[in-house]
């Protein structure tokens, strides 16, 4: 029994010294060597770094984007954009320089075929307008038409295999992002300059009668004359149309401003197609969220657009909307003020339908709004101020299809005349059709429009009538020199 305990113990202690032999062994040869691994890995790591930061090799293979320079851009829009001269001696100029004694700005390319896209401040009044391509070929230019609500004018030239530039999504820019404005700063040609997005959806109550401010902010520098150029990105896509800036100066102080592409796009669509734009209403009208209004509706953040009323039988009181509710979302963008909702139902035509998700005491709603236009119909109707039109003091629209219908199958409503005008001096009074003009029929605006413009006696006689009233109502004038 003693000889087994004594076996024991030698066993024990013969285990306890092996573990020791063990653990000393380890720690002398394979802990050394896992140390001199890492230190060795560490020295590699810090030997990477400097070669990432400092080697020519990797910063040459390294691109915070794509392009990061605008040497392909500036080439390709250059030849785009134009520069453009009107006899229009209404101009207000920036400055106290008097050699700027007429309209001039820069215009867009938009099409092989010679559509220019410009500001409408820069044609106003305008009699003859003269283009000047980037490679000095000269042109008089037709204008299309224009749309004061958003600062821009639609022309066109005769020519054809035009270099131009395509619209690129503006929705899509980043606040940060590079772009360049090219256009013709005191008529120094295709002048360029760069800069970053600075902001977007920007109001500054720059455009009046409920026109469409969502500007995209720039520091790009822009100058007098810069206006109607192009705002592009490094890819060289069309992002906007450089329009004004900030100043006290009339000169850059820092601050330009574009409409947006996106919403530059469907306007000029709209002229090219109808002559006129084509926006679709909801019926509403509407306010900013403050931080106020935002605690009292119970809102998360201060943000959305609070529709203070409802016109009655338009497309948002059809769709459920109500005085109160606040419009956070239209087709799933988002829209924190009435800059962005403005912009995104400007980008839309009378008889579009829009998803719009709104907030009613605390809850959240989705519905469907069909869009109308200035008297609530579906039907693509747009009043017309052409020049032409103005010049003799009227407004005029095409028939709708009920009117079309039920009063007269071809023919223009007078929307309406300025007094001591042309025509408001022959006692024409809005509510008039006119059915024809030299005893030739009107079929729409745009065919009154080419009779008066070709007509060489001067002398117009229009004839038609009155919807509630009997009988036939012709009006003599005189065209103006």
Known sequence: MNINKSYLVLFVLIA?????????????????????????????????????????????????????????????????????????????????????????????????????????????????????????????????????????????????????LIFGNSDSLQIGEWVMAVGNPFRLQSTVTAGIVSAKARNINLLTNHGIESFIQTDAAVNPGNSGGALINTRGDLVGICTAILSHSGRYEGFSFAVPSNLAKKVINDLKEFGVVQRGWLGIEIENIDNKTAKELGLSEVS?????????????????????????????????????????????????????????GNKK?????????????????????DVIFKNI??????????????????????????????????????????????????????SLKKMMEENKRKTIILEGFYAKYPGEYPYTFDMPE
């Not at 896992?34 to 230190?39: D, F, L, T, Y």
């Not at 989705?366 to 039907?379: C, E, G, M, P, V």
């Not at 071809?410 to 030299?438: A, L």
């Open 393 to 446: 003091g009227i407004e005029l629209r095409d028939l709708d299809t009920y009117e079309k219908a039920v009063l007269v199958p071809n023919g223009v409503m007078v929307v309406s005349v300025k007094n001591g005008s042309i025509v408001g001096n022959t006692r024409m009074e809005p509510g008039y059709i006119i059915t024809r003009i030299n005893n030739r029929e009107v079929q729409s605006v745009a």
């Open 304 to 360: 959305g657009v609070f529709i203070s009323s409802v016109s009655k039988g338009g497309g948002a009181s059809d769709a459920g909307l109500k005085s109160s509710d606040v419009i956070i979302q239209v087709n799933n963008i988002k829209t924190p003020g009435t800059a962005e909702f403005m912009e995104l139902v400007g980008q839309y035509r009378p008889g579009d339908v829009i998803d719009i998700e709104y907030v009613r």
């Open 16 to 164: 306890f010294f092996s573990s020791i032999t063990s653990i000393l062994v380890y720690d002398r040869f394979f802990m050394q060597n896992k140390k001199m691994i890492k230190e060795n890995q560490e020295i590699a790591l810090a030997v990477a770094e400097r070669e990432m930061v400092l080697s020519d090799r990797f910063s040459q293979s390294y691109r915070s984007s794509y392009p990061t320079d605008f040497i392909h851009a500036a080439e390709m829009s250059r030849k785009a954009v134009v520069f453009i001269k009107s006899d229009a001696n209404n101009y207000k100029s920036f400055s106290d320089d008097q050699w700027l004694h007429s309209n001039s700005g820069s215009g867009v390319i938009v099409s092989s075929d010679g559509y220019i896209v410009t500001n409408n401040h820069v044609l106003d009044g305008a009699k003859k307008i003269e283009v000047t391509l980037n490679d000095n070929r000269v042109f008089i230019a037709d204008i299309v038409g224009a749309d004061p609500s958003t600062d821009l004018a639609l022309l066109k030239i005769s020519s054809l295999d035009l270099d131009y």
């Open 365 to 385: 709603s989705f519905t469907k709004a069909t869009l109308r236009n200035q008297i609530n119909s579906t039907d693509l109707v747009g009043i017309r101020d």
